[in-house]
Each structure stands twice: as C-alpha cells, then as structure tokens.
C-alpha cells in the first residue's frame, strides 16, 4: 500500500526566510501533487509534476521531484504571511489512479 | 468553467440518523472522487468512479456508507446510519481521464462540514 510522509508537519516561520518541506512515499511513481488548504476553504491544486526531474515554480514557492529517491520537495523563497496554509502531497502510483495523501504541512508565516 | 458543486455545506444529525450528499463535477470530468477529512488530517479517499463505474472503494466503510454515480455525472453519498466517528468534511473531487487512460489533476469542491452529535 502506497504510503506518502510529510515533514515537518508543522512549520513556523518568519518572513523572508527560507523553507522547504518534504514529501516521501513509498512505491513507485510518475505523478505528484502538491495542494495548497486554507483554513475551512477546500484544496487548491499548486503543482502538477509528472516526471523525474520536473521543477515547477509559482511566485515564491518551487516544487521538484525525485522519483529514485522517491521525494518531492516545496521550497518556500522569501515567505510572506499570505503563504500561511496547510500544503499536502498527493501521489498516484504508478499504473494506479487512487490519489493518495499526506498528512500535510501546517505552515506559519509570521510578520 | 464551472468548478465542482457540493451541496449541502454544512450539516449537523444526531448519531444513528442517515445523511446524504450530493456531488455535481466538472463537466466533461470521467473520474470522481469521495474523500473524508477530519480534522488535522490529510483526505482520504472513499471511493473513486470512473463514469459510472466504481475503480476503487477498499476503503469504504460499506456497512454504512453508500455511494451511487447515475448517468456517470452527478454523484451522492450516503451514510446510514451515522456515527459521532463520521464527524469530518465530505470533500468531492473530479478529473478528466487522458486519452492514455490516465487520470489528470483532481479539482476540489468546498466540501461539506459533517458534525454527528
């Protein structure tokens, strides 16, 4: 069963530093999400990364994937306090189609 | 483009009381999702449709959730009877299926808030 792990879980940090989180999981895959979560609001697709070596980036944030090493990262650039949210990873294996998650990622920006 | 509709938003029954939901997805979308998420929680999925046809539902609790996709559109939920355990957001999701048979992005609904007293 395809398990995936976030760290950290939580996260505090002030603005315009640096961050990454980190997302491992366990069997083979081509495709990995990363979705942002506001408070009480639903999931926002951030990034779609499809093969080994793919790098997406939007504003300040910049995802990566690894699939040898079975990781994907989210590099946080210059953190200001709208990046406050929880950030998830989701994988589907590969030949597979169930979208599985994180626990997720709570992140704190502060002023 | 209109995104993924749920219905209702927010809905609070007592423990032993039956629920339904109501999912309508992107149009256009084969694949939908039912997840679960408590509080704290990364989703978990429920089960997944492909049109009309159910590919994954392991993790479904069958003995007391339901789940239907008419027509291979809309889809609703059903949890019969609730437990104080159900208390979670309901989140519906749908992506379109490529032409190599693969699913695409999940798009999410709002979800609805579920409190079982």
């Known amino acids: 069963e395809l398990k995936v792990e976030q760290n950290p879980l939580f996260l505090s940090m002030q603005e315009g530093k640096n961050y990454t989180i980190y997302c491992n999981y366990s069997?083979?895959?081509?495709?990995l999400y990363w979705y942002r979560q506001d408070p009480g609001k639903s999931l926002e697709s951030l990034f779609v990364?499809?093969?080994?070596?793919a790098v997406k980036q939007e504003g300040r944030l910049m995802a990566s994937l690894d699939t040898k090493a079975r990781l994907s990262t989210l590099h946080i650039t210059a953190a200001v306090h709208d990046l406050s949210a929880t950030y998830f990873c989701?994988?589907?294996?590969?030949?597979?189609?169930?979208?599985?998650f994180g626990e997720g990622t709570q992140l704190t920006v502060n002023p | 483009e209109a995104g993924v509709a749920q219905s209702p938003r927010y809905k609070i029954i007592e423990k032993r009381q039956s629920v339904a939901f109501w999912c309508n997805p992107i149009?256009?979308?084969?694949?939908l999702y039912w997840y679960q998420q408590i509080l704290g929680q990364g989703p978990k999925l429920l089960i997944q449709?492909?049109?009309?046809?159910?590919?994954?539902d392991s993790q479904l609790p069958k003995d007391r959730f339901s789940a239907e996709r008419l027509k291979g559109v809309d889809s609703t939920l059903k949890i019969q009877p609730a437990k104080l355990e159900d208390s979670a957001v309901y989140l519906c999701?749908?992506?379109?299926?490529?032409?190599?048979?693969?699913?695409?992005?999940?798009?999410f609904g709002q979800g609805t808030r579920l409190t079982v007293v």
């Open positions: 989701a994988v589907i294996k590969t030949s597979g189609s169930r979208l599985t």
């Open positions: 149009s256009g979308h084969a694949t």
């Open positions: 069997t083979t895959s081509d495709r």
């Open positions: 999701a749908s992506s379109i299926l490529t032409a190599g048979g693969m699913v695409g992005r999940a798009f």
């Open positions: 449709f492909q049109n009309n046809g159910v590919v994954d």
């Open positions: 990364l499809l093969s080994n070596g």
